[in-house]
């Protein structure tokens, strides 16, 4: 069964620089998210998509945008990127549903040097 | 505001011991859903259980079972005669209600507890 595909797998970046994370939900999924999870730390919840339009936002830094295409595919650009960006940014994807479970990519792990 | 507390930080086993982990919650809301997820070294996050606020049956799932109690605001997960491949951090989480309207949908927001590291040893 298809899963959720993230790219890429790692990423290092320099400070001030700009990353790109990608994440390809499940098919026919209506909702896609993005987590943030810190070295040693629980995944924090960024924002979410529902239907290609931004739906709930959390934690994310204004560096960070966000975007979910017509294919939708969902892309989370960070700017200026500091020390404390470097984590395992997860995508997830779901049905919107009460209770619905997400469905997780692999994470991309960024560390910005 | 929810908050999900597992006590436990990290918990070491010997193969074929049995392992609880403990989740306690909070949440204002009378509808939610609890889930454990685990996070095994490859870093992907796997999802295991779902349980609603109105649905306190026990579940038992092979050697995985869990436990929910909402008077006590607790939803623990034992691991019957762990073996090293259970060896993962697992993480407990909450959503709450949640809504979906033309504003969008704020299904999908979980909390989670800063997870249980389990070693399980040969």
């Known amino acids: 069964a298809a899963g959720v595909i993230q790219s890429p797998r790692h990423l290092i970046k320099e400070k001030r620089e700009t990353a790109t994370l990608k994440c390809y939900p499940i098919p026919r999924h209506d909702t896609v998210y993005w987590y943030q999870q810190g070295p040693g730390q629980d995944p924090q919840f960024l924002i979410s998509f529902y239907e290609k339009m931004q739906s709930d936002k959390g934690s994310i830094p204004d560096r960070f945008s966000a975007q979910q295409f017509s294919d939708y595919h969902s892309e989370l650009n960070m700017s200026s990127l500091e020390l404390g960006d470097s984590a395992l940014y997860f995508c997830?994807?779901?049905?919107?549903?009460?209770?619905?479970?997400?469905?997780f990519g692999s994470g991309t792990q960024l560390s910005v040097l | 505001a929810q908050k999900v507390t597992q006590a436990q930080t990290e918990i070491s086993v010997v193969e074929k011991e049995d392992v609880t982990l403990d989740c306690v919650y909070e949440?204002?809301?009378?509808?939610?859903?609890l889930f454990w997820y685990k996070q095994p070294p490859s870093g992907e996050l796997v999802f295991l259980i779902r349980r609603n606020s109105f649905d306190e049956q026990n579940e038992i799932s092979g050697r995985y079972s869990w436990n929910f109690q909402k008077s006590t605001s607790s939803f623990n997960f034992t691991i019957t005669a762990s073996q090293v491949v259970d060896s993962a951090v697992y993480f407990c989480a909450l959503s709450e209600a949640g809504f979906l309207n033309a504003g969008g949908t704020s299904y999908g927001k979980l909390t989670f507890g800063q997870g249980t590291i389990l070693t399980v040893h040969p």
């Open positions: 997830a994807s779901s049905l919107a549903s009460p209770g619905e479970k997400l469905f």
């Open positions: 949440t204002r809301d009378t509808t939610y859903y």
